[in-house]
């Protein structure tokens, strides 16, 4: 079976780690950085999951990375946040290491099919 037919949900992510699901106390944090940071934390733990032990290796620029690239102007379906540039040859990365992925298809499959944590972690 393959992973993402696994991993649907946070709770099958933990359950796949072997860690339990029980959301950390953010409680000392400001009421703002609270959801956002719920969202970070659930979304490195379903990246771990899906990445299956793989860690990128930041030393190695032939190592191919990948993460969800979204729309921020929206789109017909109302629900993207990314941006692209005009004939811009570099390419640059902000996304943290935690939210890389080892092949297009598990970025591809985190961004579509948990794109709201996506939204509470980069919008909300």
Not at 32 to 39: E, G, I, N, V
Not at 48 to 73: C, I
Not at 81 to 90: A, C, H, N, P, Q
Request: proline residues 4%; negative net charge; contains cysteine.
């Amino acid at each position: 079976m393959k992973i993402t037919e696994k991993i649907k949900s946070f709770e099958d992510a933990c359950e796949a780690l072997g860690i339990n699901s029980a959301l950390p106390n953010l409680e000392a944090m400001p009421e703002s950085y609270q959801k956002p940071m719920l969202a970070h934390y659930k979304l490195c733990v379903i990246a771990e999951a899906l990445n299956e032990g793989w860690k990128p290796n930041w030393d190695d620029y032939d190592e191919d990375k990948y993460y969800p690239w979204f729309d921020m102007e929206g789109s017909s379906s109302g629900s993207g946040f990314s941006y692209y540039d005009y004939d811009y040859w570099l390419t640059l990365s902000t996304v943290g290491s935690r939210l890389c992925f080892k092949s297009r298809e598990l970025a591809k499959y985190i961004g579509e099919t948990f794109i709201d944590l996506y939204r509470e972690y980069f919008v909300m």
